[in-house]
């Protein structure tokens, strides 16, 4: 088998997880810390379980160059939270399930029938933050 390309990667997504009061809590200054430093297009709060997750949460779309800094500042800045990045290659469920990065406990991912495996990968979406500060 070929390794697959780098290239195929259009953009990432960063599900932001949380449960209960407090994880929301830390969850939302989360999100104002990130709309703070990174140029990205933060997505609805959904405090219902939505798609193929298993908690509450919020997506972050990202464009390739900034994994590079927007990813280690996630991991040392998370607080407790689970948080799956994963690219948009086109194949949404090897995307969420074979492909994705941990951060954090691994939820599971449930109601994978909602994922293809065939669609076509998802450019970054626009930006909805300008950032203030740096990471």
């Known amino acids: 088998m070929n390794p697959r390309k780098i290239a195929e990667i259009a953009s990432y ?3 932001i997880y949380f449960d209960g009061a407090e994880q929301r809590a830390i969850a939302m200054d989360l999100r104002e810390r990130i709309a703070e430093r990174f ?3 933060l997505g609805r709060v959904h405090d219902r379980l939505v798609g193929p997750h ?3 949460m919020y997506q972050v779309s990202f464009d390739v160059p900034s994994f590079a800094t927007f990813v280690p500042w ?3 800045n998370r607080r407790g939270l689970a948080i799956l990045v994963h690219p948009n290659t ?3 469920l090897s995307d969420h399930i074979d ?3 941990w951060l954090g406990e691994i939820l599971p991912i449930v109601n994978q029938d909602m994922l293809r495996d065939e ?3 998802e450019e970054v979406r626009e930006p909805n933050t300008a950032p203030t500060l740096l990471p």
Do not use: K, P, W, Y
């Open 90 to 92: 086109g194949r949404e």
């Open 54 to 56: 298993a908690r509450s």
């Open 119 to 121: 669609t076509e990968a």
């Open 74 to 76: 996630l991991m040392l």
């Open 13 to 15: 997504h960063a599900h």
């Open 39 to 41: 140029t990205v297009a």
């Open 99 to 101: 492909q994705g990065l």
